[in-house]
C-alpha cells in the first residue's frame, strides 16, 4: 500500500513537508473462512499502523531540521 502525505501551513503557502509511504503485509490463510477474514484485518491493521509512524517520523525529522 502506498500512501501519500503532505504538510502545508495553516495560512496556506508552500507544503513544509510531503512524501509517498509505502509498506506491505502479510497474512497466512487458512481453510477456514472466519479465520482468514480476521487474518487480513489483522493484516490491513498492521500496515495502517506501520503506513502512520513513517508519515510521522518522516513529518517529526523535517520539523526538526527547520
Given at each position: 500500500?502506498?500512501a501519500?502525505?503532505?504538510?502545508?501551513?495553516?495560512?496556506?503557502?508552500?507544503?513544509?513537508?510531503?512524501?509517498?509511504?509505502?509498506?506491505?503485509?502479510?497474512?497466512?490463510?487458512?481453510?477456514?473462512?472466519?479465520?482468514?477474514?480476521?487474518?487480513?484485518?489483522?493484516?490491513?491493521i498492521?500496515?495502517?499502523?506501520?503506513?502512520?509512524?513513517?508519515?510521522?517520523l518522516?513529518?517529526?525529522?523535517?520539523?526538526?531540521?527547520?
Open positions: 500500500v502506498s501519500s502525505y503532505s504538510l502545508t501551513p495553516y495560512a496556506g503557502g508552500a507544503a513544509v513537508v510531503s512524501g509517498v509511504a509505502t509498506s506491505s503485509a502479510v497474512y497466512d490463510m487458512t481453510a477456514q473462512r472466519f479465520a482468514n477474514l480476521r487474518a487480513a484485518r489483522d493484516a490491513e498492521r500496515l495502517a499502523k506501520s503506513l502512520a509512524d513513517e508519515m510521522e518522516r513529518i517529526a525529522a523535517a520539523l526538526a531540521n527547520r
